[in-house]
Structure formats: C-alpha cells, structure tokens
C-alpha cells in the first residue's frame, strides 16, 4: 500500500516565478495538509483541504494556493517567489475524523529559489 | 511565538539507556500531543500520541507523560537503540485538530 507521493523530490527556481508542487494521499485518506519546513525548524502549517476545499489556513500569504482533486490529490501553488520561499515542503494526508492516529506525511519536496 | 517549544536542539545517548525528550506548550486550548520522527530525506513519522484526559501512554519502547499543570510532555524511550537516531518533533493541537509542531530534537544513540 503506498504512502503519501510527492512530485518533484527536488526543484530550484528563480525568484518571482511560480512553482506547482504535487502530491497523492495514502489510499484511504480524504484529507490533505500542506507544511512549510524551512531549514531548523519544524514544519509550518499552510492548509488543509477537505472534499476539494480549503478547510483551514495557516499564516501564509495568498501567493500560496491550493487545490484538492476529486481524487484526493492536491496541488500547492506558490506565485512570485521569494528567496525566503526555499524550503522543504511536506504533504500529509489523514482523515478527517482520523486525526488521533496521526498524519502520514511524504517525504516532501525541496524547494530551492534562487 | 511559539506555542510548542522543544528547548534542547540535541540529545546524545549511550545504547541500551533511557533517551528523554523534553517539550512544553503554551497554549492551554491544546488537548492533544503527538510526537513524531524523523529520518533524513524522509517525512515525519508518527510515533505515539497523547490525549490530554490521560498523563501517560505506553507503546512498547516509547511512553509520553503528560504534565498539564505545567504544559509540559515528555517522550521515554527505553531502551535507546542506534536506530532510534532521528529528529524527534513534538505536535499539538485544539479545537481545530491541526497539529502545531515544535523544532525538534536530534537525537543520536551511540553504539
């Protein structure tokens, strides 16, 4: 049974474009959250998207977006990026009356912006 | 602000010994905690988890204590194997079951 997939594992970009970032829940999971992890630090909630809706956001700019689809797969969207957008960046899925067994997370995507 | 807080960024243990890893929330709306590891080029992986009705919560190697009194858990695990070394984060959460998470610890086990 696969996990969480994440695409692409690496990516580096340059300042003010855009970059779409993907990722496939565990089988199962209705639920996806999108977390920000910059380096030494732990990982930084952006939202949470629920039957292709945005169910909770964090403390993020709109330049971050997102989608779910009727799959269950979600895309993060993040527009003009700034240097301070590289990071590594975690999907997790769940359900969402699951929460108490915990989030399953992918192995994130490392975002470089240069 | 940082509502979780793992104060020691490290801990290095002797196989076979007790590791302790130490956190400490400020907000008093969380009711649950979880604690999760971490390999390099990895995701987070759940561990254990702790309802704040209960001070304790046993899973084989690894218990959490609970202190709500003075917002305080703490991870047991015992005993510490070499491949126990990984970043270990502490995650809380309310009324909205989205998990905060702390910086973690890096904890290495030395055979």
């Known amino acids: 049974d696969a996990g969480v997939t994440q695409s692409p594992t690496h990516l580096i970009k340059t300042r003010g474009q855009q970059v779409t970032l993907r990722c496939s829940p565990k089988?199962?999971?209705?639920?996806v959250s999108w977390y920000q992890q910059a380096l030494g630090q732990g990982p930084q909630f952006i939202f949470q998207?629920?039957?292709?809706?945005?169910?909770q956001r964090g403390n993020f700019p709109d330049r971050f977006s997102g989608h779910q689809f009727p799959n269950y797969s979600s895309e993060l969207n993040v527009n003009a990026l700034l240097l301070g957008d590289s990071a590594l960046y975690l999907c997790?899925?769940?359900?969402?009356?699951?929460?108490?067994?915990?989030?399953?997370f992918g192995s994130g995507t490392r975002l470089t912006v240069v | 602000d940082q509502q979780v807080k793992q104060n020691s960024p490290s801990l290095s243990v002797q196989e076979g010994r007790i590791s302790i890893l130490n956190c400490d929330y400020t907000n008093s709306m969380f009711d649950y905690f979880l604690w999760y590891k971490k390999y390099p080029a990895e995701g987070p992986t759940f561990l254990i988890s702790i309802s704040s009705i209960k001070d304790k919560n046993e899973d084989g190697r690894f218990t959490v204590f609970l202190n709500k009194s003075a917002k305080h858990l703490s991870l047991h695990i015992v005993p510490s194997q070499p491949g126990d070394s990984a970043v270990y984060f502490c995650?809380?959460?309310?009324?909205?079951?989205?998990?905060?998470f702390g910086r973690g610890t890096s904890l290495i086990v030395h055979p």
């Open positions: 997790a899925s769940s359900l969402l009356y699951g929460f108490n067994y915990g989030y399953t």
């Open positions: 998207y629920y039957e292709e809706e945005e169910r």
């Open positions: 995650a809380a959460s309310g009324g909205s079951y989205i998990p905060t």
């Open positions: 089988s199962g999971h209705d639920t």
